[in-house]
């Protein structure tokens, strides 16, 4: 399954041949029996296609961005720091700052 080995160097090739070629791998690939990864290195053959599975996805993300939308309050709200100085910022130093070394 996936890409053929051969498959990669003709990906930058425009000519009218070659994206006949990578569309028909393509739509190979998306009607296959999907994969599933499952822990400790194992695969598991899965009754749904690839282009299902992206197509189920593609669903998520859209009810994703329209609950995200609607919502009154950010689904992440970023704490706001302090603004620090200079003056602040070496005055808590452990450091001594290179003003105090004397030559």
């Known amino acids: 399954m996936g890409l053929p080995s051969?498959?990669?160097p003709e990906m930058d090739d425009p000519s009218s041949w070659n994206v006949k070629n990578l569309l028909k791998i393509s739509e190979d690939m998306l009607n296959q029996k999907s994969l599933e990864t499952v822990p400790f290195g194992g695969k598991r053959l899965l009754?749904?296609?690839n282009a299902e599975r992206l197509e189920?996805?593609?669903d998520q993300l859209v009810l994703e961005h329209r609950s995200?939308?609607?919502?009154?309050?950010p689904t992440v709200v970023l704490k706001q720091s302090p603004a620090?100085?200079?003056?602040?910022?070496?005055a808590s130093s452990p450091y001594p700052s290179s003003s105090s070394f004397s030559e």
């Open 84 to 90: 620090t100085t200079a003056t602040t910022t070496a």
């Open 68 to 73: 995200r939308a609607i919502r009154e309050t």
């Open 56 to 58: 189920w996805f593609a």
């Open 6 to 8: 051969n498959t990669v």
């Open 47 to 49: 009754s749904q296609t």
